[in-house]
C-alpha cells in the first residue's frame, strides 16, 4: 500500500470513528482532556465580564463540539441570570455528538443553545455572524483552509480560540501494553500517529499555530502552552475514551486479524493501566500538553 493511500485510510478511519453511535457516551470521559484548555480559552475570550459590564451578547460557535465541554464552562463563566444574553450553536460532524450536547443542554437549562451538523472540511455557515468562536482540539484533524473559513464567520471584532496537542499521553501506556505482548503488533512512532492526525501540518509546535493565526489577518494573536496532568477514570473507562485513537492506530495492522488484535491491545492496555492506577476502581491520570492559541478579527469591516 503507498503511503498516501495509507495516510487516506487512516483519515477515512478518523472519519468513520466519529460516526460510531457509541462515541459520545465514550468520549463523555475524555472531555476531563479538553477541559483545561476549554477554561484557558472562556477566560482569554473575556465573556463574563463584558456581559457583567457592559451587557453584552454572544453569539458563539463552539466549532468540533463534541459533548459540550466548551460550551459548558462558557454557561459556567456566565452569571445565570444572563443566560439570554448568550446563543451558542454546536457544530460538529458527529449527530450523536449533537443528541448529547442537546440532551446536556436541556437538563441545564441553556435555552440559547442549538445544534448543526458542520462538516469543517465544507462549511456552509454565513460569514461575518458570530462574535466568538471556539475550536478545542479540532483544528488539526482539518485542511489547512478551515481556519481561514472560521475567521470568515466571525463579525468583525470577533474573538476565535483555538487549541491543538502538543503530545497525547496515553501514548507510553499503550506502547508500553504492546511490548508486554508476546505476538505484539507493529505500534507507529508518536510523531507518525500525530502526523496521521495533522496531515503533515505542524500543529504541535507553538511557532506554527500563531502563524497560522496570524495568516488569517486576526490581531493580538496570544498562545498559552499548557502541561495538564488529567484524570482519565478507571482503567475500564480510559480504555474506551481510547476508541478514536485506537481506530487511527490499529489502521496500520492487518485487515483479517484487526478485530482480534485490537481486542488483545486493548485487554493488555487494561492491566498496564489497572497496574498503574492500583487497582479496577482506581482512577487514572494521563500528561497532556497543550497549546490554546487565541486572536480577535479586526474591528473595520473589510
Ligand atoms: C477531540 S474532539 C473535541 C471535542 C470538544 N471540542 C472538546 O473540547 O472536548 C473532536 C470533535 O471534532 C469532531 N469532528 C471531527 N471531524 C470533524 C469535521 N470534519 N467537522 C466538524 N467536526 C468534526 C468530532 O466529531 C469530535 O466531536
Known sequence: MSTTQKANDLQKNIREGWQDSSIAEKYARAETATHPYANIIIDKASIASNITNHNSTVNALDFGCGTGIVTAVLYEAVPKEKWNNVEVLGGDISPHML???RGRGAKNGWTGLTTQIVDGANIQLENNQFTHIFANAIIFFLPLGTLQKLVDLLQPGGFIGITTWVSFG?????ERAINNMSNPPSLP????IRDSFEKGNAWHDPAFV???LEETGLQDVELVVEKRNVECGTPAQFCESMTMPMSLISG????????ETLKEVMSELKKVLIEVAGGEEEMCYMQMEGIVGVGWKSAKKA
Open 99 to 101: 443528541d448529547y450536547l
Open 210 to 212: 500563531k502563524q497560522q
Open 170 to 174: 496515553w501514548y507510553t501506556y499503550l
Open 189 to 192: 512512532t508518536s510523531s507518525e
Open 252 to 259: 496500520h495492522w492487518e485487515e483479517s486479524k484487526r478485530q
